[in-house]
Nanobody
Framework: QVRLVESGGGLVQAGGSLRLSCVVS????????MGWFRQAPGKEREFVAA????????YYADSVKGRFTISRDNAVSMVYLQMNSLKPEDTARYYC????????????????????WGQGTQVTVSS
């Protein structure tokens, strides 16, 4: 069973930066795409970014494009989300997750295409 543990969240002022990390175990990490989602209070979980198993493809939600960067290190089974120019509307709990299908040729933005969710890490951006 895949296990994911996120870290790196915190409180930051608008315009600041944070780097989220996620370590994955219980699965051959290097053959699965990875995604980051976020959920604000009272809202549905929404897609943020995804990266293919070999880092060739990356995809971002329009709301974070140009500010966030997803990356991964298959040698240590970790995925990262560098968040720059943070805005108050980025405030949410951030979750990493693993694709359901190995070596998929496309990246998905929907929660049901992923399985295994961590506890999340809280990001709060003050104005």
């Amino acid at each position: 069973q895949v296990r994911l543990v996120e870290s790196g969240g915190g409180l930051v002022q608008a315009g600041g930066s944070l780097r989220l990390s996620c370590v994955v175990s219980g699965r051959t990490f290097s053959i699965y795409a990875m995604g980051w989602f976020r959920q604000a209070p009272g809202k549905e979980r929404e897609f943020v970014a995804a990266i293919s198993w070999n880092s060739v493809m990356r995809y971002y939600a329009d709301s974070v494009k140009g500010r966030f960067t997803i990356s991964r290190d298959n040698a240590v089974s970790m995925v990262y989300l560098q968040m720059n120019s943070l805005k108050p509307e980025d405030t949410a709990r951030y979750y990493c997750t693993s694709d359901r299908v190995a070596l998929r040729a496309v990246l998905s933005t929907t929660t049901w295409e992923y399985d295994g969710w961590g506890q999340g890490t809280q990001v709060t951006v003050s104005s």
